[in-house]
């Protein structure tokens, strides 16, 4: 069941989660200049990492976006980056943002959990409400899939809509987080956490207890680390027993070979995961598990 | 200016949106059977669709959904679709529901506002805030190209969130209405419509007005007639003089063919689409304007 697959990794190899949002600008330029296309330099650039990496994170993401952006070349190399990881056998999460109803939503749901775009997990969006979520959970179930739904995003713009407050005094994404939660009732591994999880950022530490308990049971995707400014200690607060969560880092261990280039980019980004595993499990133990 | 295109577009050929939400279950057994593969078939038959509907129509929508469960066939369908609408010069709307910030939006943007998968107008998700909408809105002024954001959605489930009554007693999807007229204001072309413009179902007649006057002078792209119930009355509501607004529709065109197989799928479709132009002008007339 992939909840307890998920899990079990955690519990192995940590809770570091690899954004794999590739842009070609990241590349070293000897690298780029390898290939023909800049799609084939970041698919050898994703491979090259994730070999060097697979056995010091937690769980890899794929940003779709900067696939879709190379068109069908960039679609292809989003491809066998998602097949990569997955012949690894390291879970990976095809971050799309989708959501879309009913007919629609199933047919994304196929699109990302078989066949050429197959993730282990994907993102998907909550605008459109539960008939745009629940298609995406049907085929999770069917497939042995899971979800991540965007409930509190780790960019500014979170504030537009997602902190609206609601008539009953609570933000909008806490009402998302409670409609989540139920649905992710449902679908619960044997380690405790489900198939339906939640996108929650890291840069608002007052907020962590009630996200973390509106969300009991739900694998969280924490985005916001390092760059955005979130710390080790606001990811510790959303761990539980360092378990029950992913922690997205993209652009600090994709570009870390600027600021090691001694070693190689490969090198650097092993190295740079390292320390973001021995930062946050520091700060889990500090918080006292 | 991709507004005006669009206006001028409409008050030539109507506001009939064909919605390419091709699945190959809506195709012709026989269709199906002369090619390789689902993905060369649906291309086909879009094409066919196209050459019957291009006088016909305002434009087109293909809903990425449908290409991306085929895989990279699929996109490969999806792009050859949109390049054969475009050739044709008919406006055609990326139906992707993409939503994201900062960097990952911008390249979200590039990826289909040029390149393979060049669309003309996309449709953009709200629900993580502005910083995931103003990344489209600038790649679409650098490229001369829009935006539909998604505002108030045909499916039952906007109830769930899009409905949630904030504190000043408005709905969530008004909030984001007011935010969307507020960005749309800046991009006018001298039709008086904006490059930004905002998806709104007609499935509630009670909100029309309503959604309208916070919507001014913005396309609307309207989903709900038809098949989810919505009326052309309730459409011509919408309109202003039969412009500012598309009106969509997928399977009744699409599947026209199944209630007059005599005529053969693309007249069929034609037949519909002719049809469903006359009720929603008919509509407008009777509305006074």
Known sequence: MIADVLYERIKDFGPVCFGLDTSATYLPSELLEKYDSRAAAVLAFNQALVDATADVVGCYKVQVAYYEALGLAGMQAYAKTLAYVRSKGVPVIGDVKRGDI????????????????EADWITVNPYMGFDAIQPFIDEAVRRDKGIFVLVRTSNPGAADFEYLTVTDQRPLYMHVAEKVANMAANHRGSCGYSAVGAVAGCTQRSEVETVREALQGCFLLIPGYGAQGGTAEDVAAYLENGNGGVVNASRSLLLAWKSQPEVGFAQASRNAAIKMHEDIMTAVLKAGG
Chains 1, 2 share one sequence.
């Open 102 to 117: 009913a007919a629609t939503g199933s047919q994304y749901a196929v699109g990302h959990f078989q066949g050429d775009f």
